[in-house]
């Protein structure tokens, strides 16, 4: 592509939600408020710390999938960092075109996408060594199914990244006033039936979602088949959400 068919598709494809510096071919403009964009490089940062530690040089030989990929903008950077070979999952063909496209302008062999649902994940290209599910699984209505289905394809990291609720603490009646089952965390309930019936992107494939608390998170991570679970600490000058913890960054090992 020139780069005026690069500009016209920059602008045809509007709005965008990340920010794609695609050099002198244009620069893609984010419609989020500037104070929210910084959600991008705090991710983007912590993610790459966790795959530097466990990867090293050896992402050059490293299958990964960036699963609810969106616009493909953790794809695009793991592609950019030398990954042998990227594929971005999303339930939305409108933000794979999107994918696609800045993909296509920066020449990235290595990256491919599809059009899939999360929480009906195929596994036709057999197991990555790294996975990514980032801002995803808090808009999810079967966010437990969804881990699975990733633990499955993940063969040495996963890297989750989400909303959380406030911690829940306490114990149940469990089949008899006498018996009691303690609380492994919590799962919120929410409804985002204004966003998915105008059609958000940001949301998931269905207009109800479960939010989990740090508890429940870790509790469902280790049900999925993950063993070892590491918090990703926010750098300095952080996301807001990140820096209070309510967002959290966890690299799951098999």
Not at 51 to 58: N, T
Not at 110 to 134: A, I, K, V, Y
């Amino acid at each position: 592509m020139t780069a005026p068919e690069i500009r016209s598709r920059i602008a045809s494809l509007a709005p965008w939600f990340y920010e794609f510096d695609l050099g002198a071919h244009g620069r893609t403009q984010s419609a989020l408020p500037p104070d929210v964009r910084q959600i991008f490089a705090t991710r983007l940062e912590m993610v790459s710390r966790a795959v530097d530690a466990a990867f090293g040089p050896r992402l050059r030989e490293i299958r990964c999938l960036d699963a609810g990929c969106h616009e493909g903008f953790y794809s695009v950077a793991l592609a950019r960092k030398g990954a042998a070979y990227v594929r971005g999952v999303d339930v939305r063909e409108s933000s794979l075109q999107k994918a696609r496209f800045v993909a296509a302008a920066l020449g990235l062999a290595n990256l491919e996408f599809e059009q899939q649902n999360c929480e009906r994940l195929e596994g036709r290209e057999g197991e990555f060594s790294l996975t990514l599910l980032l801002g995803i699984l808090y808009h999810l209505e079967n966010p437990m199914l969804c881990l699975r289905n990733v633990a499955r394809l993940t063969g040495e990291l996963c890297i989750v990244e989400t909303q959380v609720i406030d911690e829940v603490e306490g114990e149940t009646e469990w089949g008899s006033v006498e018996w009691r089952r303690p609380y492994q965390g919590a799962l919120a309930l929410i409804d985002e039936s204004g966003e998915f019936y105008n059609q958000n992107p940001e949301t998931g494939a269905s207009p109800l979602a479960l939010c989990p608390s740090p508890k429940a998170l870790e509790t469902m991570l280790h049900h999925a088949g993950f063993r070892r679970l590491e918090v990703i600490e926010p750098p300095p000058g952080a996301y807001e959400q990140h820096r209070r913890r309510k967002r959290l960054v966890y690299a799951a090992w098999k």
